[in-house]
């Protein structure tokens, strides 16, 4: 689902966007410009006047007593009052559809399903260029081409259309794009599609499409006459038959080919190799046997190969290790096997070596023997690696603990036997590892409770000895020793296992002599004058902590609780503008409405709170640059009741975060809109805050928690970084070169290198849209591959469409010509392509905050001239 819903959405922007281009190409419909909320008027006027049949009087209210904006079924932008959807669903209209209706240029959503038009759909249609919806479902349209002959792009999918593919679409012979994808949609596809010569895409996904029959796939051949096919996508249908090979016909502009789950059988043709522009090849879930064609190392730009579920035998060829960026390959589920050459390892070194893979390797399920060869350790990029369910035998290579930015790690279910290597504790970014169902033994090692692991499976194996307590082994639901492992003792108590023998056992007392006994005495010693140092170091510390606080309050004019109470309408729901893990931010007048504040109250019952308090006077108490929020004075007393009361005061942002800009909530859409050159002086703001707090104070300070909701707009939409309730102080005296533990991982360390990330992170999702969280990012697939993967060719394709209408729109009133699409484009993909290195995985290869500044001011430059 969610990887259609990718699609569906990149379809939707090359949807906007290419209808955009297509009027600006068409002449006339730049006069745009000119459309005022009067002919939106006299274009519903005339929509009403063919339509014939409106038994339930629908629009009977469309007359001049109300404005066009209340009529029934019309949906206005308030701010313009122009109309953005007509919302017409099942109401027994019966008629056809003016031509007008191409004059409405603000409409986003056309919802006419389920009634009776007839006739053509007007072409004009297709000069509307904020349409994201045509819905017209059950209708009685005669559904297209030989009336679209200009038509570029037709987008119906995600509808209701039933019934068989529409065979007068073959004759909308201009067409680039044709996605009928998630419909109701059955039978064959017409072997006349070929007609559709410049199709570049063709999206069937997610329909009924074929019937298992042998023939099903056979328009693929007259697909080969479409030069200029980039993207064939038809998952999740029923097509049979076996793969012909004609695929390999396809244009060699193929870069998405996206089959999975049909009912396909037959091979891989040898001949795939001619597709050398493949990125993605996706061909899970199918019933495709044959072995894995030797040519597959010649699709030079696969990224991702994706044959999981089939029946694939053979050897995975060696020839695929020349393919130099691939980063996922998932071949789970199938019969693959490992080469007899016991010496070199059964999984090919050449796979298990690709040092590009970085999303994951996946050949769970599969026959592979031997032991996993020690090349595992080029894997130095890889996320995810999963090799369960194999016959794997030997033990597991200490090699693997080269594999440092791994998160998830699964060989459960083979023969592994021998103990855990000890440098697995390199494997810093581990979150889930399982090691269940093998023949491990030894002991449990004590790091395992130091990694950053969330889940940890060593059930069913032979392990003997204590069970660690610390960090995973903590949580009876995170980790899992049951099985065979019946030689274990001590852990956490729910663990229910026998206590372990005194450590000192006989055996072990005769082998200290006599003289070592005064060692096993001292550590009490030791013990209590350690933490008689750590008391008192303790107490100094919180003396310098506390008077920070206060050093704040003198600095600035001191307030009181009961004032804070005052200005903030005794801290009312209504004044209430943001919600943090540590406090709650609430807008406040002092000074009797003279000095509008933003007030920050800690959250001190939560763990942490306090201390983020302490973070912020330090920091916020040393820190001063116009693009950081500036704090106006703090307050640390008892409240009413006598608890602790903290607060600390800034000054008001009226534009709010720029999270609630990138992403604004339905009541919020009106008008929020923050165009590229806004966007990118936001992006030099932050950059700048970085560069001072990275490079040009006392000390170099790390943020630690950059994300848009702590980046805070004034009136001017000039950025302020906030929030330094997480940041630190990154001792002078540490040599980062040789810090290795800021060398890994992206979350928890303390560097500008993780700084610069969440910059990066930040970057791309003010540019595409797209929160990093958004659940088309699955299976390892981030936002930062996302892009990276889509750079430099579809970058429009990736880019926040409103970005890119502003600035079309721009164009157009200016008259302005292809010259300035081209530096659009190129401007935009510098700053994604900014974004994607500042988000690099390794951390010495991202752009230092200094740098960014710079670049970005170059792009603006550019931009501008
Ligand atoms: C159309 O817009 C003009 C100028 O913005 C405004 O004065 C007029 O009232 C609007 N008419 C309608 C019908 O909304
Ligand atoms: C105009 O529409 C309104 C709302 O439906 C209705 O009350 C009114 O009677 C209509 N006027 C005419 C002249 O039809
Ligand atoms: C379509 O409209 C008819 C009435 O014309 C209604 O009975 C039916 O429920 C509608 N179907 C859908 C799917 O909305
Ligand atoms: C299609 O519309 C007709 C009325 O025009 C209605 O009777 C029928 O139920 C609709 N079909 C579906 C599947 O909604
Ligand atoms: C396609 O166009 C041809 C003529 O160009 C016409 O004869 C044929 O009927 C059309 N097919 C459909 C299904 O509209
Ligand atoms: C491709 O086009 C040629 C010439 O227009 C035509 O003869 C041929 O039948 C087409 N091939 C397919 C497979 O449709
Ligand atoms: C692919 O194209 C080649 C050269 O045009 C032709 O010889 C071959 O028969 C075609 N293969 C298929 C399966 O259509
Ligand atoms: C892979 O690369 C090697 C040289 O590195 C070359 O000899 C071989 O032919 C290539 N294989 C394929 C299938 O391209
Ligand atoms: C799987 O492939 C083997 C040969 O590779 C074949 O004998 C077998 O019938 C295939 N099974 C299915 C279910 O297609
Ligand atoms: C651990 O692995 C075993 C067998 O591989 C499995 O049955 C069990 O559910 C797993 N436990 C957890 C907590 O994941
Ligand atoms: C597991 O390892 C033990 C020795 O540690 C060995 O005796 C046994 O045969 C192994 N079992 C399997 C299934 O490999």
């Given at each position: 689902?969610?990887?259609?819903?990718?699609?569906?959405?990149?379809?939707?922007?090359?949807?906007?966007?290419?209808?955009?281009?297509?009027?600006?190409?068409?002449?006339?419909?730049?006069?745009?410009?000119?459309?005022?909320?009067?002919?939106?008027?006299?274009?519903?006027?005339?929509?009403?006047?063919?339509?014939?049949?409106?038994?339930?009087?629908?629009?009977?209210?469309?007359?001049?007593?109300?404005?066009?904006?209340?009529?029934?079924?019309?949906?206005?932008?308030?701010?313009?009052?122009?109309?953005?959807?007509?919302?017409?669903?099942?109401?027994?209209?019966?008629?056809?559809?003016?031509?007008?209706?191409?004059?409405?240029?603000?409409?986003?959503?056309?919802?006419?399903?389920?009634?009776?038009?007839?006739?053509?759909?007007?072409?004009?249609?297709?000069?509307?260029?904020?349409?994201?919806?045509?819905?017209?479902?059950?209708?009685?349209?005669?559904?297209?081409?030989?009336?679209?002959?200009?038509?570029?792009?037709?987008?119906?999918?995600?509808?209701?259309?039933?019934?068989?593919?529409?065979?007068?679409?073959?004759?909308?012979?201009?067409?680039?794009?044709?996605?009928?994808?998630?419909?109701?949609?059955?039978?064959?596809?017409?072997?006349?599609?070929?007609?559709?010569?410049?199709?570049?895409?063709?999206?069937?996904?997610?329909?009924?499409?074929?019937?298992?029959?042998?023939?099903?796939?056979?328009?693929?051949?007259?697909?080969?006459?479409?030069?200029?096919?980039?993207?064939?996508?038809?998952?999740?249908?029923?097509?049979?038959?076996?793969?012909?090979?004609?695929?390999?016909?396809?244009?060699?502009?193929?870069?998405?080919?996206?089959?999975?789950?049909?009912?396909?059988?037959?091979?891989?043709?040898?001949?795939?190799?001619?597709?050398?522009?493949?990125?993605?090849?996706?061909?899970?879930?199918?019933?495709?046997?044959?072995?894995?064609?030797?040519?597959?190392?010649?699709?030079?730009?696969?990224?991702?190969?994706?044959?999981?579920?089939?029946?694939?035998?053979?050897?995975?060829?060696?020839?695929?290790?020349?393919?130099?960026?691939?980063?996922?390959?998932?071949?789970?589920?199938?019969?693959?096997?490992?080469?007899?050459?016991?010496?070199?390892?059964?999984?090919?070194?050449?796979?298990?070596?690709?040092?590009?893979?970085?999303?994951?390797?996946?050949?769970?399920?599969?026959?592979?023997?031997?032991?996993?060869?020690?090349?595992?350790?080029?894997?130095?990029?890889?996320?995810?690696?999963?090799?369960?369910?194999?016959?794997?035998?030997?033990?597991?290579?200490?090699?693997?603990?080269?594999?440092?930015?791994?998160?998830?790690?699964?060989?459960?279910?083979?023969?592994?036997?021998?103990?855990?290597?000890?440098?697995?504790?390199?494997?810093?970014?581990?979150?889930?590892?399982?090691?269940?169902?093998?023949?491990?033994?030894?002991?449990?090692?004590?790091?395992?409770?130091?990694?950053?692991?969330?889940?940890?499976?060593?059930?069913?194996?032979m392990f003997e000895g204590e069970v660690p307590k610390v960090g995973v082994f903590n949580n009876i639901s995170a980790f899992s020793v049951v099985g065979k492992n019946m030689k274990l003792c001590g852990g956490i108590q729910p663990l229910h296992l026998p206590a372990c023998p005194i450590k000192f056992s006989k055996k072990n007392k005769r082998a200290f002599p006599d003289k070592m006994i005064p060692l096993i005495i001292i550590p009490p010693i030791v013990l209590l004058l350690g933490s008689l140092f750590l008391i008192f170091y303790g107490l100094k510390k919180s003396q310098q902590r506390t008077s920070s606080a206060s050093l704040l309050e003198n600095q600035y004019q001191k307030i009181t609780y009961a004032e804070l109470l005052h200005a903030t309408n005794e801290f009312s729901p209504s004044n209430l503008i943001g919600e943090g893990r540590y406090g709650s931010v609430y807008k406040g007048s002092l000074n009797s409405g003279e000095h509008i504040v933003a007030v920050k109250i800690l959250k001190l019952q939560e763990r942490g709170a306090n201390k983020s308090f302490v973070a912020e006077c330090d920091m916020v108490r040393i820190l001063r640059h116009r693009n950081l929020i500036k704090i106006i004075t703090v307050c640390s007393s008892l409240d009413?009741?006598?608890?602790?009361?903290?607060?600390?005061?800034?000054?008001?942002?009226?534009n709010g975060s720029l999270d609630s800009w990138l992403h604004p909530t339905q009541a919020e859409e009106q008008g929020l809109n923050l165009n590229l050159v806004k966007r990118l002086g936001i992006a030099i703001d932050v950059a700048s805050a970085l560069d001072y707090i990275h490079h040009h104070c006392e000390t170099i300070i790390c943020h630690r928690d950059l994300k848009p909701s702590n980046v805070l707009l004034d009136g001017d939409l000039c950025a302020h970084v906030g929030d330094f309730g997480l940041a630190r102080f990154l001792s002078a005296n540490t040599n980062l070169s040789n810090n290795a533990h800021s060398k890994y991982g992206m979350g928890e360390e303390v560097s500008t290198e993780a700084d610069m990330y969440s910059y990066g992170i930040m970057l791309l999702e003010m540019f595409t849209g797209k929160r990093p969280t958004d659940n088309m990012f699955i299976d390892n697939f981030s936002l930062h591959n996302y892009v990276k993967f889509a750079l430099p060719d579809r970058v429009m394709e990736i880019v926040d469409s409103t970005i890119i209408l502003e600035e079309l729109e721009g164009l157009n009133k200016n008259r302005r010509g292809e010259g300035e699409f081209a530096k659009l484009k190129s401007c935009l993909e510098s700053i994604l392509q900014l974004g994607v290195i500042c988000s690099a995985e390794l951390p010495h290869e991202r752009m230092d905050s200094g740098n960014v500044v710079k670049e970005l001011h170059r792009i603006t430059k550019d931009y501008n001239e």
């Open positions: 689902m969610a990887s259609s819903n990718m699609f569906r959405r990149v379809l939707n922007l090359s949807l906007i966007l290419s209808s955009l281009l297509f009027a600006m190409n068409c002449r006339g419909s730049v006069a745009a410009a000119g459309f005022t909320n009067e002919t939106d008027r006299q274009a519903l006027l005339a929509f009403k006047d063919l339509i014939q049949e409106d038994p339930l009087a629908v629009l009977s209210s469309w007359n001049d007593s109300l404005h066009f904006c209340e009529w029934k079924g019309v949906k206005c932008d308030l701010q313009h009052q122009r109309v953005t959807a007509l919302q017409l669903v099942s109401q027994n209209l019966g008629g056809s559809v003016s031509p007008q209706i191409g004059r409405l240029t603000f409409l986003r959503e056309i919802f006419l399903n389920n009634n009776s038009f007839h006739g053509t759909i007007p072409p004009d249609i297709g000069q509307l260029f904020h349409l994201k919806i045509l819905s017209l479902y059950n209708n009685s349209f005669q559904d297209l081409g030989l009336t679209l002959p200009n038509l570029k792009r037709l987008y119906l999918g995600d509808n209701e259309f039933s019934g068989s593919f529409p065979p007068s679409m073959a004759n909308a012979s201009g067409l680039l794009l044709l996605d009928v994808s998630s419909n109701d949609f059955a039978g064959p596809i017409p072997t006349n599609l070929g007609n559709l010569r410049y199709l570049e895409v063709l999206g069937l996904n997610e329909n009924r499409f074929g019937s298992n029959k042998p023939d099903d796939l056979s328009f693929i051949a007259s697909l080969t006459n479409c030069t200029n096919l980039r993207n064939l996508i038809f998952f999740e249908n029923q097509f049979g038959g076996v793969l012909p090979g004609s695929i390999a016909n396809l244009s060699s502009k193929l870069e998405i080919l996206w089959l999975r789950s049909n009912k396909i059988s037959g091979s891989i043709p040898q001949e795939i190799g001619n597709l050398n522009n493949l990125y993605f090849l996706s061909i899970d879930h199918n019933m495709i046997s044959g072995s894995i064609p030797e040519s597959i190392g010649k699709l030079s730009k696969l990224q991702q190969l994706r044959i999981v579920d089939n029946n694939i035998s053979g050897k995975i060829p060696p020839s695929i290790g020349n393919i130099t960026g691939l980063s996922f390959v998932a071949a789970a589920a199938n019969k693959l096997v490992g080469r007899s050459n016991r010496l070199t390892g059964v999984i090919p070194e050449q796979v298990i070596g690709i040092s590009s893979l970085s999303i994951g390797l996946y050949l769970d399920l599969n026959e592979l023997t031997g032991p996993i060869p020690s090349e595992v350790g080029n894997l130095k990029n890889l996320g995810a690696l999963s090799i369960r369910g194999n016959k794997l035998t030997g033990e597991i290579p200490s090699a693997l603990g080269s594999c440092q930015v791994l998160e998830y790690l699964d060989l459960q279910g083979n023969f592994l036997d021998g103990a855990i290597p000890s440098s697995l504790d390199q494997l810093k970014g581990i979150q889930q590892l399982d090691l269940s169902q093998n023949n491990l033994s030894g002991q449990i090692p004590e790091f395992l409770g130091k990694l950053r692991l969330m889940r940890l499976n060593l059930s069913h194996n009413f009741n006598g608890k602790d009361f903290k607060a600390l005061v800034f000054e008001f942002m009226p």
